[in-house]
């Protein structure tokens, strides 16, 4: 047998040392390369973070197009686009109704009728304009056609504050005050709507909501800075302006309570106002309301000063557990999303439903399903209630207009008449108010239950007067 010295490694050993080596090299080539690649990654979503936008053009306090502001952010204007969507939800939304156009109204898609979902409304609103045309919700793309295309518009005559939560009004107001805000916000007011609609040409845009030049959230709506004034007001504190005193975060819900209010034309001029002197509840509301003797219309069949309660969304989500959690409207209905570097809020503005993921499940860790039942189930129970309390309103308003027929007397239908406009305001503060419950369904689940408590009282009143 031949001896090998020690000194000496076989040639098969020496390949395989070679072979370890040289794949310890290569893996740590790889693992450099991916290093560096990462560093360079990291480095360049640095980069694009400080440049949250480039500026392709010049954005001016009087650039109202919204396609110029999305030269500089592509993907905001590319999801507000998307807001021409119709998907129904089991409780809102709507899905596309095609309809045959004519010279007074071009729209080949319209929204379901809630008329003929509910004919109860019809009674509820008789001898209103919303008892001729009321229809399911549509993304803000349609918010200034559908106000200009509905019906209501060929039974009453319309003033131009309408415009204010349906159009992008800021450069127009400027432009009618000659620079003063508020000025322009008056005289649009006064206008017919007719003369006031050719003032406008865009729905809601970005200026409506952001500074064009640091793109900061702005509260841009006359009528919501003297709301949130009084309101603040009320609560003690003097002076209140949202644009210097509120947070970010009170901010991103702010600038959507422009709009998703309850709201009324005060006196002559007919000025927008937001009835928050006593606070933001329904019945803080309808205490205003009856403390000031406002009534919308006479209702045509029982003779009681209604109220016409309009998409109180801001004033419920106040009462809701989202509110007492600090979560805004934005973080629901526009969650942010990932493009590359950029964290960016999505314009799409639509129901959480429809985008659970970001919208739900960046707080609650639960499966789509689970989540999407939860909500339903309270948007369930809400219109279950909702239907109790629109049938005690349908009997409150039968007997009423049975006894005027009967020959009763103004001074015996008084107290009834009261408690039909309290009831129905009360029901339709939660039939108009679009989260059916959700967004804060004890408070719904109190003012239907105080809606079905007026109605009975009032067929109470009946009985003891006759």
């Known amino acids: 047998m031949k001896i090998i010295p020690n000194s000496q490694t076989p040639p098969t050993r020496k390949g395989a040392i070679l072979g370890v080596i040289l794949i310890t090299a290569v893996v740590a080539a790889a693992a450099l390369f991916g290093v560096v690649a990462l560093l360079i990654s990291i480095y360049e979503r640095k980069q694009e973070a400080k440049n949250p936008f480039f500026r392709v053009v010049e954005l001016t306090d009087e650039t109202e197009d919204p ?62 304009a919303f008892s001729k045309d009321f229809r399911e919700e549509r993304g803000h793309a349609y918010m200034l056609e559908d106000q200009i295309y509905t019906e209501r518009q060929q039974v009453a005559k319309q003033p131009g504050t309408c415009i204010h939560c349906h159009a992008s009004v800021y450069v127009p107001y400027k432009k009618l005050g000659g620079g003063d805000l508020i000025k322009g916000f008056e005289i649009m007011n006064q206008m017919p709507y007719e003369e006031a609609k050719a003032k406008v040409t865009h729905p809601v845009a970005c200026i409506d909501c952001h500074d064009p030049q640091t793109m900061e959230l702005r509260v841009t709506r006359p009528g919501f800075l003297e709301g949130i004034k009084a309101l603040k007001a009320s609560q003690g504190i003097p002076d209140y302006d949202p644009n210097t005193m509120a947070t970010r975060q009170e901010m991103r819900s702010f600038v959507c309570g422009q709009c998703h209010v309850e709201y009324y034309f005060k006196g002559t001029e007919k000025r927008l106002t937001y009835p928050w002197f006593k606070g933001l509840k329904a019945d803080e509301i309808l205490a205003y309301y009856d403390e000031t003797g406002f009534k919308d219309w006479t209702h045509a069949e029982s003779g009681a000063e209604a109220l016409k309660a309009q998409h109180p969304e801001f004033e419920m989500w106040n009462q809701g557990i989202h509110a007492r959690s600090g979560v805004a409207c934005a973080d629901c209905h526009m969650p942010y999303m990932r493009e590359g570097a950029h964290k960016v809020s999505d314009h799409h503005v639509r129901s959480p439903l429809l985008n659970i993921n970001r919208a739900c499940q960046t707080c609650h860790k639960f499966p789509e399903s689970e989540l999407k039942e939860r909500v339903e189930l309270i948007q369930e129970r809400t219109f279950q209630m909702r239907n109790i309390a629109m049938d005690a309103l349908m009997d409150l308003i039968g007997e009423i207009k049975a006894s005027k027929e009967s020959g009763a007397t103004d001074d015996h239908l008084a107290e009834a008449r009261a408690c039909q406009r309290r009831a129905q305001f009360l029901l339709d503060f939660v039939e108009a108010e679009n989260s059916t419950g959700f967004h804060a369904p004890q408070e719904a689940a109190r003012i239907l239950t105080l809606s079905l408590d007026h109605s009975r009282r009032g067929q109470m009143a009946l009985r003891k007067s006759s």
Do not use: H
Request: hydrophobic share 35%; aromatic share 12%.
């Open 67 to 128: 396609a110029i502001w999305g030269k500089n952010f592509p993907f905001q204007y590319d999801a507000y686009q998307r807001t021409v969507d119709m998907v129904r939800t089991r409780f809102g939304g709507s899905e596309a109704m095609p309809r045959t156009p004519t010279q007074a109204d071009p729209r080949s898609v319209v929204s379901e009728s809630r008329l003929e979902e509910d004919p109860r409304l019809v009674t509820m609103w008789a001898g209103y």
